[in-house]
């Protein structure tokens, strides 16, 4: 039995927590090396591997998004299918997400991580997007390399803006809402599994704090296990990675997803009521995620065009001047507003449960004084050289959309219902 194995920190530009996880790993009996996201030739030198919490890339796009889709990530599927260890902290756990490395069934891209979520007891949102407190996680599985011979509730830190479970899959769900793929869940200082805030800091679907391949070689947690200098309840998921590859207990192949398997998803047709205010917001500032996004798009096809981002508002229930009149629509001195004009090379993308629309209205119908709606969408505009086949290869790939958190619609036409 090997008394110190080796694992490798992976840091992506962004990331902020590789000096703190190599720092546990090493407290914890490892011998713990911060290697980056380009050295890829250093894949399959170390047991385990671990993608550690920050903002790669800036989140651009989406949280995780851009990160899953570099070259390394194919270095690390080979290591998985070996049964390597990797773990996923924070936005690590949104690389893994978006990577297809935990599948549920054939289908690889079976979860994602949408914007926290903060509800009072009448179900109000109270606050979206980036949170920071201490919460409690108990596990649901104790086989697995992160929570074997783990009974014990932790107590460990949050800190993410897009950190809540969620699936539109009815197999995923199940995994989620069953044992069979969630290592720990969000729980109160009882152990029983919250159901709600403040016990479910993001409002993940069955308060899932951590979830897991089938065979419990690769998890994805949101809270950080590795965020204290001195010994910590979250030295536990560690003490446990350890024991797990010094037992020699993973498999010797593990399935894996695959994302060029994954499908196109369905496009819809972007159609509004004709009463309906429907505004464009741009940047007047420099777009940095759209250039980000653009690039990574570029780079997945290996031609170069042009890939500009806006969104696109739907409001029903008061006038554009009086949406335009409360000043919470776009910021003048960064950003335009416009009246909406559909364009040939166009993709919509609208969330499933977009709480930040939700939220907007609920300011504007406060303000307005009566009931207002709208409907949030974030435009990618191509440019004219790019034909239909590039851009269903894109939103098959899922670096747009992914299909668990939003769908995506085209406009090229009379979109008034």
């Keep these: 039995m090997k008394s110190t194995p080796t694992l490798a920190v992976i840091a992506f530009p962004g990331n902020n927590s590789e000096t703190e996880t190599a720092r546990a790993a090493e407290n914890n009996g490892f011998k713990a090396e911060i290697i980056r996201w380009n050295e890829v030739d250093k894949i ?10 920050g903002f790669s890339f800036e989140d651009r796009g989406r949280a995780g998004a851009i990160a899953a889709r570099e070259p390394i990530f194919e270095a690390l599927r080979s290591e998985a299918k070996k049964g390597k260890v990797i773990l996923g902290i924070c936005n690590g756990a949104q690389m893994i997400v978006e990577s297809g490395l935990i599948p549920v069934g054939r289908d690889p891209l079976p979860f994602a991580l949408a914007d926290n979520v903060r509800r009072d007891k009448n179900d109000h949102v109270m606050g979206t997007g980036y949170y920071n407190t201490w919460c409690a996680i108990r596990p649901d599985r104790t086989d697995t390399a992160f929570s074997s011979d783990t009974e014990a509730i932790l107590k460990v ?7 809540r479970f969620t699936t539109r899959s009815t197999e995923a769900l199940a995994a989620l809402e069953s044992t069979r793929q969630v290592a720990f869940r969000y729980c109160d200082e009882a152990g029983e599994t919250a159901q709600g805030y403040p016990a479910n800091p993001n409002g993940a679907t069955a308060a899932v704090a951590m979830i897991v391949n089938i065979e419990g070689t690769i998890g994805a947690i949101m809270p950080h296990p590795e965020r204290y200098p001195l010994e910590c309840d979250g030295d536990q ?7 797990w590859i010094q037992a020699g207990k993973s498999p010797e192949t593990v399935e894996i997803g695959d994302l060029s398997s ?10 509004v009521e004709r009463d309906a205010v429907v505004l464009e917001k741009t940047l007047i500032i420099t777009d940095n995620e759209g250039f980000s996004v653009n690039q990574a798009a570029n780079d997945l096809l290996g031609v170069k065009f042009t890939l500009d981002k806006s969104f696109v508002y739907v409001v029903e229930g008061a006038s554009q ?5 409360t000043g919470l629509m776009a910021n003048p001195n960064k950003e335009t507003l416009v009246e909406f004009t559909a364009k040939p090379q166009q993709i919509l993308v609208e969330l499933f449960e977009d709480d930040p629309a939700l939220h907007l209205a609920d300011q504007l119908s406060e303000q ?8 949030r969408l974030k435009a990618w505009n191509f440019s004219e050289e790019v034909g239909v ?8 790939n899922g670096l747009l959309c992914n299909p668990n958190s939003g769908a995506p619609y085209k406009a090229y036409a009379d979109f008034n219902a």
């Design 44 to 53: 399959g030198q170390y047991e385990a591997y671990v993608l550690p919490g």
């Design 157 to 163: 830190p949050v800190a993410h803006g897009e950190g």
């Design 237 to 243: 998921i560690f003490k446990a990675m350890k024991a």
């Design 262 to 271: 994954q499908l196109l998803p369905e496009v819809h047709t972007f159609k």
């Design 321 to 325: 001047a009086e949406v335009v009149s």
């Design 368 to 375: 307005l004084g009566k009931t207002v709606t709208v409907r």
């Design 389 to 396: 086949d590039e851009i269903e290869k894109i939103l098959k």
